[in-house]
């Protein structure tokens, strides 16, 4: 079993940085993928970044040059470092433990409660 508790979202202006962290508690965690989604009302959740347990990261087009996904395999915690803001970034963003194979991350249930992020123009 694993709780995921997500922090740090806000609001910002344009152009602006955030960093969300997420915090977890369960075993295994320092095997575990993990990864951060992103939604907005009436929306299918987005993936945004994942990281591997060997520190592999992957972003979304949307977001590469901009966030950076990491960890923190002794405080059992994952960060995604947001820089030039956008409103287009604007969402829930939830953390997430996974598995990743062949190149692509596969979500188990464990999800935190999300973290608000509003980016104002």
């Known amino acids: 079993q694993v709780q995921l508790v997500e922090s740090g979202g806000g609001l910002v202006q344009l152009g602006g940085s955030l960093r969300l962290s997420c915090a977890a508690s369960?075993?295994?965690?320092?095997?575990?993928?993990m990864a951060w989604y992103r939604q907005l009302p009436g929306k299918q959740r987005e993936l945004v970044a994942t990281?591997?347990?060997?520190?592999?990261?992957t972003y979304a087009d949307s977001v590469k040059g901009r966030f950076t996904m990491s960890r923190d395999n002794a405080k059992n915690t994952v960060y995604l470092q947001m820089n030039s803001l956008k409103p287009d970034d604007t969402a829930v963003y939830y953390c997430?433990?996974?598995?990743?194979?062949?190149?692509?991350?596969?979500?188990?249930?464990?999800w935190g409660q999300g973290t608000q992020v509003t980016v104002s123009s």
């Open positions: 997430n433990a996974g598995s990743t194979g062949g190149g692509t991350y596969y979500p188990y249930r464990y």
């Open positions: 990281i591997t347990s060997d520190y592999s990261t």
């Open positions: 369960g075993s295994g965690f320092s095997i575990r993928a």
